[in-house]
């Protein structure tokens, strides 16, 4: 498994349990961490930096897509 993949997944995973959450009726919960993410998606589209995928670089190694 390499960075970005992860890093995917690991967001997919988290909008799903976004979504799990707001329909079990705990809305609040899933509000914010909805903007959590839409704001963690503004820092990584406007600094370029995504602050998980550093953090995950320091577990696991980074996507070779050319192999």
Do not use: D, H, Y
Request: aromatic share 12%.
């Amino acid at each position: 498994m390499c960075v970005e993949r992860l890093q995917r997944l690991m967001m997919a995973f988290m909008l799903g349990l976004i979504l799990a959450l707001a329909w079990s009726g705990f809305s609040e919960i899933a509000v914010i961490l909805q903007a959590f993410v839409i704001v963690m998606i503004l820092i990584w589209a406007v600094t370029n930096f995504c602050p998980s995928i550093w953090t995950l670089r320091k577990l696991v190694p980074p996507c070779q897509w050319e192999k």
